[in-house]
Nanobody
Framework: QVRLVESGGGSVQAGGSLRLSCAAS????????NGWFRQAAGKEREWVAI???????TYKDSVKGRFTISADSGANTLYLQMNNLAPDDTASYYC????????????????????????WGKGTLVTISS
């Protein structure tokens, strides 16, 4: 049985940093699709950062240059380093994975929509105050 458990959320002021972790059991981070998603109050869930099966990383435009996704195969943990946080980053953050390459479609505005994630954590809350 696959279990993903997030940690590292909390409350910080704008400009601060947090590092989220997602420990996996029953699943190995490696040549699969793994990522972080978030959902703010009253909004739809959105993807934030992805590591695809070939090791390539992709970021939502609004977090580029501020967030970094990484995976430690030895610790079997996925990370999201978040720097220069802003109030708009306030949300519950979820790690997600699927034991296959990432599936996404391209939007008209040039953005991406990732889908097909099979495993989800229960989320960790990040609150950024101005």
């Amino acid at each position: 049985q696959v279990r993903l458990v997030e940690s590292g959320g909390g409350s910080v002021q704008a400009g601060g940093s947090l590092r989220l972790s997602c420990a996996a059991s029953g699943y190995t981070y490696g040549n699969n699709c793994n990522g972080w998603f978030r959902q703010a109050a009253g909004k739809e869930r959105e993807w934030v950062a992805i590591i695809d099966s070939d090791g390539s990383t992709t970021y939502k435009d609004s977090v580029k240059g501020r967030f970094t996704i990484s995976a430690d195969s030895g610790a079997n943990t996925l990370y999201l380093q978040m720097n220069n946080l802003a109030p708009d980053d306030t949300a519950s953050y979820y790690c997600a994975a699927v034991d296959a390459p990432c599936s996404f479609r391209s939007n008209i505005d040039g953005g991406r929509y990732y889908y097909g994630m099979r495993y989800w954590g229960k989320g960790t809350l990040v609150t950024i105050s101005s």
